[in-house]
């Protein structure tokens, strides 16, 4: 930012209207924010591509249901078995349950023993299984295009109905999960961003010493997440953005991490300024003059990296690049205008106890890092070596990853009601129905296909009974497997392969086991194609930053080692702590996209000081100034930013457990040995030679001009 520039946005007038702006502008954005989860979209089937066959399938399938309808199981268990009295309760709230609004199906069901028959209609109401201890009976809601939101209310009133004195009761199928879903996330509003603000006020106390300073970077952040969820309620209910509750909590965290720490290196900065310039104005003039390069390099860096994100064939990884590109752009904005205006209308007593007095020394001349660096600098090439083979090693623990698809009742950090439910199902033999695998085909084929069909292993009974619409035919074949596993995998690809070969008949294959199969298959591909695609654009906006082409080369090989010490460490922890066997399919890819697109920061936070430094004191000084002044930041904002994305873990879902773990565990690795050793190692041996073809480190010293600010009058 250029220092005149800087000296105007900050100036004793233009303060004013800066805070004022902001003030308006999240008032009006609050309103909105607070719709953001209603359009939320947390239907499987809609993240995944048009591409994919059981998307295919899906459009083929309108004719025969409709795609909001939501099969929902209740699960009775007692144990000892089930009494009369307690069939004759079920058979009851079983009517009860088909009247709640939104049912469209009445219960139904092949029985394995004797269950008790609807009066009106003659017609059986669930199953029950051999042993007797379990019974089910479904029911169908269709509550709109927004009723997986519904979904959890709907929920509640079937638990309020099904009570009998000794009997539990679990919801189950597509509506169980659905519910259970919605209780998961259901702490994003609240929880989990009250969760993320506490943690980080905890660090920003300790690192202030300040007990008020702490206020001026939340409230910018907090201002910051009201208008980016402004912003992407806008987008996802008149653009079509696919938002669901896991890219609202990452948002979350996201926006918090990465606003604190810019707040963070400019707080330091001014900070430094403060000592330097009598003047409060001046010396923020100084400090954005200096700080905001490096905080736009950062947020454009990650904001771009995200939107790579939208070569994606998954919707929800390709909708989660611009929600999380919004929300980097919304807060370096804000934390370049608003929290500079914040810092000198409040003045120097913001910093009490610790206030920067004109003159005073300061302190990161003599503090940890500027040891760490005197430590590191007689033997440089000894400690990046060593500290290149410990990473490399801990990169070996990869080996031990499993990616796929996380079985249904592993999916949960706790016992959640669905989970519970479908395990009952499993153990007591009784056929989850409201998950089949689904065949459309044309109605000449019908014969081969069902044959097709029968010739797979391991399959329930075949139903082609429904009457063909328009030339297609529905095949239904029950499944007696978790939708989510390998087995249920194994059977679709059987499946495909089988009616695949029927001549002319056009087969497509759908259903919840097809598209978990096919979600794997996409997250899969995703991580082949983004993963590179992401490095490169790390690496051109380095080349251009750093204008030299080794030492961007150098910071990407630190990156990608920093990733790969971080999924091995974590992976070891998964299974040996967690008990997690295994990770979703798309886990690789969201760990490399917050660790390089975010760990890059604390590459540029450093180097573009090492740059700034050595165009006066050269490279090796450079880096140990640059090491002392920053080291400090960069700790501290890992810190933040790895306590933030800890606190996803909060939230009982494996997967963001796990996103969280690693994430977190990179962020330290990332701050406190490879930005912070690693790279000044490296630095100190190279010299001025990382800057090749550049000549900057034998290149005089650029003036700086006097800033366009007034003289101090408070």
């Given at each position: 930012?250029h220092?005149?520039?800087a000296?105007?946005?900050?100036?004793p007038?233009t303060?004013w209207?800066?805070?004022?702006?902001w003030?308006?502008?999240?008032?009006?954005?609050?309103?909105?924010?607070?719709k953001l989860?209603?359009?939320q979209n947390n239907?499987?089937s809609?993240?995944?591509p048009?591409?994919?066959e059981?998307?295919?399938a899906?459009?083929?399938?309108?004719?025969?249901q409709?795609?909001n309808d939501?099969?929902t199981?209740?699960?009775y268990h007692?144990?000892?078995?089930?009494?009369d009295?307690d069939f004759?309760?079920?058979a009851?709230?079983?009517?009860?349950?088909g009247a709640i609004d939104?049912?469209v199906?009445g219960?139904?069901g092949?029985?394995t023993?004797?269950?008790p028959t609807?009066?009106?209609?003659?017609?059986?109401l669930?199953l029950?299984?051999s042993?007797?201890t379990v019974?089910?009976?479904?029911v169908?809601?269709n509550?709109?295009?927004e009723?997986?939101?519904?979904?959890?209310?709907v929920?509640?009133q079937?638990?309020?109905?099904?009570?009998i004195?000794?009997v539990t009761v679990?919801?189950?199928g597509?509506?169980?999960q659905?519910?259970?879903a919605?209780e998961?996330?259901?702490?994003?509003?609240?929880?989990?961003?009250?969760?993320?603000l506490?943690?980080v006020i905890?660090?920003?106390?300790?690192t202030?010493?300040?007990?008020?300073?702490?206020?001026l970077p939340i409230f910018s952040a907090v201002?910051?997440?009201?208008v980016a969820?402004?912003?992407i309620?806008f987008l996802?209910?008149?653009?079509d953005l696919?938002v669901n509750?896991q890219s609202?909590?990452?948002l979350s965290v996201l926006v918090i991490?990465a606003g604190?720490?810019?707040a963070?290196l400019l707080v330091?900065?001014?900070?430094e300024e403060?000592r330097?310039h009598?003047?409060r104005?001046?010396?923020?003039?100084?400090a954005?003059?200096?700080?905001?390069?490096?905080i736009?390099a950062s947020?454009?860096?990650v904001?771009?990296g995200m939107m790579v994100l939208?070569?994606?064939?998954?919707n929800s990884?390709?909708g989660?690049?611009?929600?999380a590109?919004i929300g980097?752009?919304?807060t370096l904005?804000v934390?370049?205008?608003?929290?500079?205006?914040?810092?000198v209308?409040?003045g120097?007593?913001i910093?009490?106890p610790?206030?920067?007095?004109?003159?005073?020394?300061?302190?990161t001349a003599?503090g940890?890092w500027a040891r760490v660096?005197r430590?590191i600098?007689?033997r440089?090439?000894?400690?990046w070596?060593?500290t290149?083979v410990v990473l490399?090693?801990?990169?070996?623990?990869?080996?031990?990853?499993?990616?796929?698809?996380i079985p249904?009742?592993?999916q949960?950090?706790?016992d959640?009601?669905?989970?519970?439910?479908q395990?009952?199902?499993v153990?007591?033999?009784?056929?989850?129905?409201s998950?089949?695998i689904q065949?459309?085909?044309?109605?000449?084929?019908?014969d081969?296909?069902?044959s097709a069909l029968g010739?797979v292993?391991?399959?329930?009974?075949v139903n082609?009974e429904v009457p063909?619409v328009?030339?297609?035919?529905?095949?239904?074949?029950?499944?007696?497997?978790?939708?989510a596993s390998d087995a249920?995998?194994?059977?679709?690809r059987?499946v495909?392969?089988?009616?695949?070969?029927?001549?002319d008949?056009?087969?497509l294959?759908?259903?919840?086991?097809?598209?978990y199969?096919d979600?794997?298959k996409?997250s899969h591909?995703?991580?082949?194609?983004?993963?590179?695609?992401i490095l490169?654009?790390?690496?051109l906006?380095?080349?251009?930053?750093?204008r030299?082409?080794?030492?961007p080369?150098?910071?990407?090989?630190?990156v990608v080692?920093?990733?790969?010490?971080a999924l091995?460490?974590?992976?070891l922890?998964?299974?040996g702590?967690y008990?997690f066997d295994?990770a979703?399919?798309?886990?690789?890819?969201?760990?490399?996209?917050?660790?390089v697109?975010l760990?890059?920061d604390?590459?540029?936070?450093l180097m573009?000081?090492?740059r700034?430094?050595?165009?006066?004191r050269?490279?090796?000084?450079?880096?140990l100034?640059?090491?002392?002044?920053?080291?400090?930041?960069?700790?501290s904002?890992?810190?933040?930013?790895?306590?933030?994305?800890?606190?996803l873990?909060?939230l009982?879902?494996v997967?963001?457990?796990e996103?969280?773990?690693a994430?977190?565990?990179?962020?330290?690795?990332d701050?406190m040995?490879?930005?912070?050793?690693?790279v000044t190692?490296?630095n100190?041996?190279l010299?001025g030679?990382?800057?090749?073809p550049?000549?900057?480190?034998?290149a005089?010293?650029?003036?700086?001009a006097a800033?366009?600010v007034e003289t101090?009058v408070?």
């Amino acid at each position: 930012m250029h220092l005149a520039v800087a000296g105007k946005l900050t100036g004793p007038v233009t303060k004013w209207l800066v805070l004022v702006t902001w003030l308006i502008a999240v008032g009006v954005a609050s309103v909105f924010a607070a719709k953001l989860t209603d359009v939320q979209n947390n239907e499987a089937s809609s993240w995944l591509p048009d591409t994919a066959e059981s998307t295919r399938a899906l459009a083929k399938l309108a004719p025969f249901q409709d795609e909001n309808d939501i099969p929902t199981i209740v699960v009775y268990h007692r144990d000892g078995g089930l009494t009369d009295a307690d069939f004759k309760a079920i058979a009851a709230q079983a009517s009860e349950i088909g009247a709640i609004d939104g049912a469209v199906q009445g219960t139904g069901g092949q029985p394995t023993v004797a269950f008790p028959t609807d009066a009106a209609t003659g017609q059986q109401l669930g199953l029950v299984s051999s042993d007797g201890t379990v019974a089910t009976s479904s029911v169908t809601f269709n509550l709109g295009s927004e009723g997986w939101n519904k979904l959890p209310d709907v929920a509640d009133q079937i638990r309020d109905i099904a009570v009998i004195d000794g009997v539990t009761v679990h919801l189950a199928g597509p509506g169980g999960q659905a519910a259970d879903a919605a209780e998961a996330f259901g702490g994003i509003d609240g929880t989990l961003l009250f969760s993320a603000l506490g943690v980080v006020i905890v660090i920003l106390l300790f690192t202030y010493r300040s007990p008020i300073l702490w206020i001026l970077p939340i409230f910018s952040a907090v201002v910051s997440l009201q208008v980016a969820e402004a912003i992407i309620y806008f987008l996802a209910k008149y653009a079509d953005l696919t938002v669901n509750g896991q890219s609202q909590a990452i948002l979350s965290v996201l926006v918090i991490g990465a606003g604190t720490d810019y707040a963070l290196l400019l707080v330091a900065r001014y900070r430094e300024e403060l000592r330097r310039h009598a003047n409060r104005h001046e010396a923020m003039a100084f400090a954005l003059h200096r700080a905001a390069p490096a905080i736009i390099a950062s947020a454009s860096t990650v904001a771009i990296g995200m939107m790579v994100l939208l070569f994606a064939d998954m919707n929800s990884t390709a909708g989660l690049g611009p929600v999380a590109a919004i929300g980097i752009i919304v807060t370096l904005v804000v934390m370049v205008t608003l929290l500079p205006a914040l810092l000198v209308i409040a003045g120097r007593w913001i910093f009490w106890p610790a206030r920067p007095s004109y003159g005073s020394v300061e302190p990161t001349a003599t503090g940890f890092w500027a040891r760490v660096g005197r430590r590191i600098a007689p033997r440089p090439r000894t400690v990046w070596t060593i500290t290149a083979v410990v990473l490399a090693i801990a990169c070996t623990g990869i080996f031990a990853l499993r990616t796929g698809n996380i079985p249904s009742d592993e999916q949960y950090t706790k016992d959640m009601d669905s989970t519970t439910g479908q395990q009952l199902l499993v153990d007591h033999g009784l056929v989850d129905s409201s998950t089949p695998i689904q065949v459309v085909t044309s109605v000449d084929s019908t014969d081969a296909v069902v044959s097709a069909l029968g010739s797979v292993q391991g399959l329930g009974a075949v139903n082609a009974e429904v009457p063909a619409v328009d030339g297609v035919k529905y095949i239904e074949v029950a499944q007696g497997v978790d939708p989510a596993s390998d087995a249920a995998a194994d059977q679709v690809r059987a499946v495909r392969a089988a009616v695949h070969r029927v001549p002319d008949a056009d087969a497509l294959v759908g259903g919840s086991a097809a598209l978990y199969l096919d979600t794997a298959k996409a997250s899969h591909r995703d991580n082949l194609v983004i993963i590179p695609l992401i490095l490169l654009v790390v690496l051109l906006i380095l080349l251009v930053l750093l204008r030299a082409v080794l030492s961007p080369l150098i910071l990407i090989l630190t990156v990608v080692l920093s990733f790969g010490a971080a999924l091995g460490l974590s992976t070891l922890i998964f299974r040996g702590i967690y008990g997690f066997d295994m990770a979703d399919s798309s886990f690789p890819l969201f760990v490399f996209v917050f660790l390089v697109a975010l760990g890059i920061d604390y590459n540029i936070f450093l180097m573009t000081r090492v740059r700034e430094e050595t165009a006066t004191r050269g490279t090796r000084e450079g880096s140990l100034v640059a090491l002392a002044s920053t080291g400090g930041v960069i700790t501290s904002a890992g810190l933040v930013l790895a306590a933030t994305f800890a606190v996803l873990g909060t939230l009982p879902l494996v997967f963001l457990a796990e996103l969280a773990t690693a994430v977190a565990l990179g962020v330290i690795l990332d701050t406190m040995i490879v930005r912070s050793v690693l790279v000044t190692a490296i630095n100190l041996d190279l010299g001025g030679r990382i800057w090749w073809p550049s000549k900057l480190d034998r290149a005089p010293a650029a003036p700086v001009a006097a800033p366009d600010v007034e003289t101090e009058v408070v």
